[in-house]
Nanobody, 123 residues
């Protein structure tokens, strides 16, 4: 069983930055691909970014490429999503997810999910 805990959400003005962290409580953290999804009010959940289990490859949604950076720290069992140049359309609940051997865009392929953290970007 993998437990995921997100932190770092908050409110910021457009153009600002936030850093989200996801801590995984598993000894086999290095075996898991990690991802972030988000869901805005009244909208479906969408993929944001994912990183391969070894940290050597990342995958980003087109809407965040060049603005968001996903990285993982094996020693701390964490993944960090650095979000720069935030826009009002980035407002959503952000969820961390984990999966074995998958770092694609389909949420149903991820086995474990965190509770989410709220990000609000004002214009």
């Amino acid at each position: 069983q993998v437990q995921l805990a997100e932190s770092g959400g908050g409110s910021v003005q457009a153009g600002g930055s936030l850093r989200l962290e996801c801590a995984a409580s598993t000894r086999s953290y290095s075996n898991y691909c990690m991802a972030w999804f988000r869901q805005a009010p009244g909208k479906e959940r969408e993929f944001v970014a994912a990183v391969k289990y070894d940290g050597r490859d990342t995958n980003y949604a087109d809407s965040v490429k060049g603005r968001f950076t996903l990285s993982r720290k094996r020693a701390k069992n964490t993944v960090t999503l650095q979000m720069n140049d935030l826009k009002p359309e980035d407002t959503a609940f952000y969820y961390c997810a984990a999966a074995l051997d998958y770092y694609g865009i389909e949420g149903r392929q991820y086995n474990y999910w965190g509770q989410g953290t709220r990000v609000a970007v004002s214009s």
